[in-house]
């Protein structure tokens, strides 16, 4: 039953959920990798039209996979791809790897470009993942005793059967959806939940509307541990370090994707980093220009194979993240490697004079100094051939000082840290719009290269 508590779920005291394989040496799981790499290219060769014939094209066979290295030699999928072979062959595309009869649940893409595509999962693949947000959830700290609030939508998006984890693990689970937040507010509120999953804007939003209706959130609310996906903030530490302030609880960030499942990577307790699910996922971290791998702590595009989701193997599947990653011991006891954060997607990236930028980057110093109320903008535009960013940036509600000297500041941090100049215009506090999902701050004027 994917909803019941797991037969073996440690005591709460219990720092791991399944000791052995999360403390394992580098080299076992290099080990345990590579088996289930083997077997899962094969049952992707032996079961999926489209594999066979991309593998054989490519000239490589899944027996020639000696190394975890191997991966490299096979061919890269992208979400065109998933998008094509769902159209040549509806619904769910040649990549599948099963009959239609063994899969129990798809979710979607929420495909802002294009027609979303959908994603299979046979019962145990569903089973395996659920038993995976367990783990994760309980390296985060959630326990039994907790009360979780599930505050992600439900209709066909991935993060939807993320609280059968928290279920699974034994906390009381309140599947309460995307609901307006004064309502969210009152269901916190009545069931004093101690934890809760939103993204990092919304986070922030409740929180401000909480204060605004005159709601004393530490005394009167009971959230300890707040979970976060979907946006980079949370893993600003600028954002995260905010939001914290304004709960009084700790933020985890996590990260899914539709196309692999909902959450496959996760902050501990020591919040440095998400540790990755590694018998779940293998992850290639990859310079977007050359395709090869980038060195620890460097910036690449995060390429991710699975190893054990039957129903739709996803081999070498380019996720448009731009990520860096450490191997390095984590200070929680956990082997597993862990992903710095995503800085933001390559079609996120703005190319201004030639400098790579983030947004990322800016949100940092617009959060870190609390003369700024952490809302921002940025308008990228070319005049006479030349980029021209400006950046908005409220003024916090409490700074009594002149503009002038605000906007020279944020500027001249933005310069050091991105290396790159900027109009900066100071706004009144509360002028920009606040994000109640994903918040849209970037707005590129620039049409084509010479326009
Ligand atoms: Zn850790």
Known sequence: MPSAQHPSAPPSDQKFWDEALETQSRAEWNALKLRLLQQHLAHAYQHSAYYQSSFDAAGVHPDQVRCLDDIR?????????????????PPFGDLLAVPERD??????????????????????DFDQWIDYEARQFWSSGLRPEDRYCHSLNFSLFVGGPCVLGAQRLGALSIHAGTVPSERLLAIIRQFQATAIWTTPSYAWYLGETAVKEGIDIRRELNIKRIFVAGEPGGSIPETRQRIEALWGASIYDYYGLSDIFGSCAGMCEEKHGLHWAEDHILVEVLDPESGAPVAEGERGEL????????????????????????????????????????????????IIKGVNVFPSDIEAIARRDHDFSGEYKLIVERDHHLDVLTVEVERAAAYAGADAELAARFARQLQSVTGVSAKVLILPAETLPRATHKAKRVEDRRTGVWG
């Open 303 to 350: 390429v991710l194979t699975t190893l054990k989701k039957v129903a739709r193997p996803m081999i070498r599947f380019r996720t448009g993240d731009i990520v860096s990653f450490t191997s390095d011991p984590c200070a929680c006891g956990r082997t597993s490697q862990r992903m710095l954060g995503v800085h933001g997607r390559l079609d996120d990236m703005l």
């Open 103 to 124: 899969i129990v649940y798809i979710s979607a893409s929420s495909g802002s470009t294009g027609v979303p595509t959908a994603s299979p999962f046979t019962a145990q």
């Open 73 to 89: 030699r096979f061919p890269f999928i992208d979400k065109q791809v998933l998008r094509e072979r769902q159209l040549a062959v």
